[in-house]
């Protein structure tokens, strides 16, 4: 009978035979992916570097600025197509 296992008995009400046998532990080796995989596309500012989201195109398929909100550039910014990624976040 471990503390944990005594203290899960505790919360839980139920007898520590119960606990044990049903094998309650902390799990090591669990990988916890935070938030499901997100990619975006993306653009580098060329000012500061931050990835800023891709703007889309314009009715006529010209490219549209890029906004880029660090208050340090603050600017919107032309970008050719072979910059634009996918950024996993
Ligand atoms: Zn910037």
Do not use: K
Request: proline content about 10%; aromatic content about 8%.
């Amino acid at each position: 009978m471990t503390q944990l296992q005594r203290a899960i008995a505790d919360r839980t009400g139920e007898s520590p035979r119960t606990i044990r046998r049903l094998g309650f532990g902390i799990h090591t080796d669990v990988n916890i992916s935070p938030e499901p995989d997100d990619p975006r596309l993306v653009v580098d500012c060329p000012f500061c570097g931050r990835a800023v989201p891709y703007p889309g195109r314009a009715g006529d398929g010209s490219p549209i600025l890029a906004e880029c909100v660090n208050p340090r550039c603050d600017v919107y910014f032309d970008f050719v197509a072979a910059d634009v990624y996918l950024q996993h976040s």
